[in-house]
DNA sequence: GTCAGTGCAAACTTTTTGCAACTAC
DNA sequence: GTAGTTGCAAAAAGTTTGCACTGAC
């Protein structure tokens, strides 16, 4: 599924959606879900409902951004997701799975591939839950990190020998 | 190891940290670990001050308190994690690694064992990365909300065929 | 004695709420 | 026409900052 795909699919979920629960189906929610379904990473709720304050067709409010988003989020079509320190929502659609190295130390996030991994996750049984994505975090030092950390040990049984 | 070995360990953690850091340990900081420590669950900052500046014998503000969540963050002894809709803070000790169910409905988090799949996470090689912890967490709808999503499916295909 | 640490209050960022005007149905 | 929706502004929640006083080393 290619992004447009994923746009056009999310577009029918909302309208589906709001019939469903008799909500109403406005341009700027539309815009709202276009917005964060054309970006190619998770958003800030503030960036978002800034970006979208300043739009030349159609200017959204603060409020209505919050609004829509807490919408989307019972309609199943984004998540809030931790990363880099800060609360950001991405489209539901985009990954069936992500594994993502999280450094203790500098706080950075790399992810990587696993694929061995992956398909041993993909084939674990849940019950009495209807699984549709995953992330797993690995917590840990990056090299980076490693390095540093061992240089100041270092420093540390240095000073303590110093002192002997 | 178990939870009073954990601060045990903490305490020298970061006594080691801040002499090496050239950084003063203060009462401030043994209680405010000693409070993560002890608590089962994690905390959030907010919640942590609250309970801190009305402690009998040291009260702490909560421009400390969030000082030194940082500071610890710094030093490896606790993380931050995104849950229940809040951002906590957690001991870095506590888990070696944890799946978790993640509901996209009610946003209710369930734990699950998956002992065979745990293994073979932890089995995985991360290059150039020093892995110490993990967190699986598995996203879709619990019973209930599938449940309750299918009613709602279900009513739409009505509504549809009586305007047939 | 020195300088990092603390408490306090004010500032800032992010999110929620109340209400009048608007519009999708 | 009517209720859901939006925009605005004010309030609330969560976090950071500046500065004078304090206390760990």
Do not use: H
């Not at 379904?37 to 970006?51: H, R």
């Not at 979208?52 to 984004?78: C, H, K, P, Q, W």
């Amino acid at each position: 599924m290619d992004k447009a795909d994923g746009l056009a699919q999310a577009r029918q979920n909302l309208a589906d959606y709001l019939r469903l629960n008799s909500l109403r189906n406005t341009p700027e929610r539309n815009a709202l879900l276009e917005a964060i379904y054309s970006a190619d990473a998770p958003v800030q709720a503030e960036e978002l409902a800034k970006v979208m304050s300043e739009g030349r067709r159609l200017r959204i409010s603060r409020a209505t951004v919050y609004n829509n988003l807490s919408l989307f989020e019972d309609a199943g079509l984004v998540r809030k997701v931790f990363q880099d320190d800060r609360i950001l929502f991405e489209r539901t659609d985009k990954s069936k799975g992500v594994i993502r190295l999280v450094c203790d130390g500098c706080g950075k996030v790399t992810e990587m591939s696993g694929d061995k991994l992956r398909r041993q996750i993909a084939q674990l049984r849940t019950r009495r839950f209807n699984a549709v994505g995953w992330e797993l975090r690995i917590y840990g030092l990056c090299s980076k990190c490693t390095a540093e950390l061992k240089r100041k040990q270092n420093r540390l049984n240095k000073k303590d020998k110093d002192k002997k």
